[in-house]
């Protein structure tokens, strides 16, 4: 079957560093998405990684290797409206998104 | 604002209702999706339409009836719904699928049976 795996939940301070990891097991690979989402808000796009290596936006970056089926999101200089939560997903050989449940970010002052 | 809308935003509705939920994007997309997000949970395919024709059913129960009348609109008809189907329901839109392609969320309707 297909699985995508990103922990529950992280707790992290203000003004550092944190990584969120996502591992995946898919029928094929098309690319790994990024999405924020508040709660009970619209998520919303983050990065995308289809090669191997690290794309840095700003704060946030991501960095995937296909071969070890793995990705994480790396966020900078935390900052209290990062406080949400982050949701990992790989576009199938069918082009079909499967999603991960989702990372609770939890930042500390 | 993502360019989707969806309405409501919340709905009660009794199991004995019928209801409906609306989408509508204006980004000149040709697929458009609905997902179920129940809590901790990872986000539900339940419908795709691309070019207005649904390409997807992921086993949905029949209570829950998709429409696309063209490619800006995407309804999801609700009728005898259980209490389990409490949950966020979400459309997307994106370019036809296939490569890479940004889906974009619209922000949700908060569903809860009674």
């Known amino acids: 079957g297909q699985n995508i795996d990103q922990p529950t939940e992280m707790t992290a301070t203000e003004g550092a560093i944190v990584q969120i990891n996502c591992t995946y097991q898919?029928?094929?690979?098309?690319?790994l998405f990024w999405y924020q989402q508040h709660a009970g808000e619209a998520p919303t796009f983050l990065s995308y990684?289809?090669l191997d290596g690290l794309e840095e936006k700003g704060r946030f970056s991501s960095f995937l290797s296909r071969s070890k089926g793995y990705s994480y999101l790396l966020l900078k200089e935390l900052q209290m409206k990062d406080s949400t939560s982050y949701l990992c997903?790989?576009?199938?050989?069918?082009?079909?998104?499967?999603w991960g449940a989702g990372t609770k970010l939890i930042i500390k002052p | 604002e993502t360019g989707v809308t969806q309405t409501p935003r919340h709905l009660v509705m009794g199991m004995t209702n019928k209801k409906s939920l609306k989408c509508e994007q204006h980004?000149?997309?040709?697929?458009m999706y609905w997902y179920k997000q129940s809590a901790k949970k990872p986000l539900e395919l339940m419908f795709v339409?691309?070019?207005?024709?649904?390409?997807e059913n992921n086993s949905v129960p029949s209570r829950f009836s998709p429409e696309c009348p063209n490619s800006s609109h995407l309804f999801l008809h609700l009728h005898t719904l259980q209490p389990e189907d409490s949950a966020l329901y979400l459309c997307?839109?994106?370019?036809?699928?296939?490569?890479?392609?940004?889906?974009?969320f619209g922000q949700g309707t908060r569903l809860t049976v009674v």
């Open positions: 339409y691309s070019l207005e024709e649904r390409v």
């Open positions: 997903a790989v576009m199938d050989s069918n082009y079909q998104l499967i």
């Open positions: 997307a839109s994106s370019h036809t699928p296939g490569g890479y392609t940004e889906a974009f």
């Open positions: 898919t029928s094929g690979f098309n690319g």
């Open positions: 980004l000149g997309h040709n697929a």
């Open positions: 990684n289809v």
